[in-house]
């Protein structure tokens, strides 16, 4: 079957760095996706990463390692605008999108 | 970046008439849009995917008949809610691909949505 796993909830101060992980179960894999969704809003493209390793934009980080069919987002020096929902999704053989339920990240000062 | 918008961003109808939302890429000519909806505090969920002057696939527990997609063009998709019902009230997204240079769909610009009350 499909599966993305991702945490409910996590909560994270200003300044600070956190990583919200990803693991997933697919038949087939074309890349990974991470989305910010702000409430109300539709989601925002972050990165995609296709192959392992780490990708960098900017305070936006994103890795893959495939044999182990896992992903994180690390967020550095973390900003009350950045607290929102944070999607992983999975591209399918087809390039349809499963998606995971997203990360809630509350931002505190 | 590249541009999707959505028409209406809200609409309230009532119980038994039908809605046409429309998803155009402003920027770019898309081959492939998915259309999503997404329930209060819940993941989107995909609904269908339509390619350029063919017919949509629709994913499983989606009723065709009710949710007609129409992708005309390389820069519009249309989604009709027939006889809509007040448990369709939802969040309609829909995005739209092109191939990138890896040669796969590399992302998905999404529309703003299209909030839907029925009443």
């Known amino acids: 079957g499909q599966n993305i796993d991702q945490p409910t909830e996590m909560t994270a101060t200003e300044g600070a760095i956190v990583q919200i992980n990803c693991t997933y179960q697919t038949s087939g894999f074309n890349g990974l996706f991470w989305y910010q969704q702000h409430a109300g809003e539709a989601p925002t493209f972050l990165s995609y990463n296709v192959l392992d390793g780490l990708e960098e934009k900017g305070r936006f980080s994103s890795f893959l390692s495939r044999s182990k069919g896992y992903s994180y987002l690390l967020l550095k020096e973390l900003q009350m605008k950045d607290s929102a929902s944070y999607l992983c999704?999975?591209?399918?053989?087809?390039?349809?999108?499963?998606w995971g339920a997203g990360t809630k990240l509350i931002i505190k000062p | 970046g590249a541009v999707v918008s959505q028409h209406p961003s809200r609409v309230i109808c009532k119980s038994g008439t039908s809605v046409k939302i429309e998803c155009r890429s402003l920027?770019?000519?898309?081959?492939?849009m998915f259309w999503y909806r997404q329930f209060p505090k819940q993941s989107l969920m995909l609904m269908a995917t339509s390619n350029e002057g063919s017919k949509a696939t629709y994913e499983q527990g989606v009723e065709k008949d009710k949710f007609l997609i129409n992708h005309a063009s390389l820069t519009l998709s249309t989604l009709t809610v027939t006889s809509a019902h007040p448990e369709d009230s939802s969040f309609y997204i829909c995005?739209?691909?092109?191939?990138?240079?890896?040669?796969?769909?590399?992302?998905?610009?999404f529309g703003p949505g299209t909030r839907l009350t029925v009443l």
């Open positions: 995005s739209a691909s092109t191939p990138g240079e890896r040669g796969v769909l590399d992302t998905q610009y």
């Open positions: 999704a999975v591209v399918r053989s087809n390039y349809q999108l499963i």
């Open positions: 920027d770019f000519q898309a081959t492939t």
